[in-house]
């Protein structure tokens, strides 16, 4: 079982970008779930996390630009990115905090260049 990510794309410098996850109820309940990055021969590196209460945290690189979200509803978690920059740039992923290994999925691809 996997997590599939997605909404990612080329943006230029300074926009926005919002991501998606959906997850099985099985993954998603009661859990931390969270958002991951690797950059090009860079390691997998945690972004930012939220609670099934809805408490966040988030990595000092995007503190104030990302906001991490989710719908309990919908066993969905979101990342809003905002002001992105190009060391953004990277395969964005969807795990549990802390990551489970089966649950890595493919991402969803984040490039920021003019």
């Known amino acids: 079982v996997q997590l599939q990510a997605s909404g990612g794309g080329l943006v230029q410098p300074g926009g926005s970008l919002r991501l998606s996850c959906a997850a099985s109820?099985?993954?998603?309940?009661?859990?931390?779930m969270g958002w991951y990055r690797q950059a090009p021969e860079k390691q997998r590196e945690w972004v930012a996390g939220?609670?099934?209460?809805?408490?966040?945290n988030y990595a000092d690189s995007v503190l104030g630009r990302f906001t991490i979200s989710r719908d309990n509803a919908k066993n969905t978690v979101y990342l809003q990115m905002s002001s992105l920059k190009p060391e953004d740039t990277a395969v964005y992923y969807c795990?549990?905090?802390?990551?489970?290994?089966?649950?890595w999925g493919q991402g969803t691809q984040v490039t920021v260049s003019s």
């Open positions: 795990n549990r905090v802390p990551a489970r290994s089966q649950y």
């Open positions: 109820g099985s993954i998603f309940n009661g859990y931390v």
């Open positions: 939220v609670t099934s209460a809805g408490t966040t």
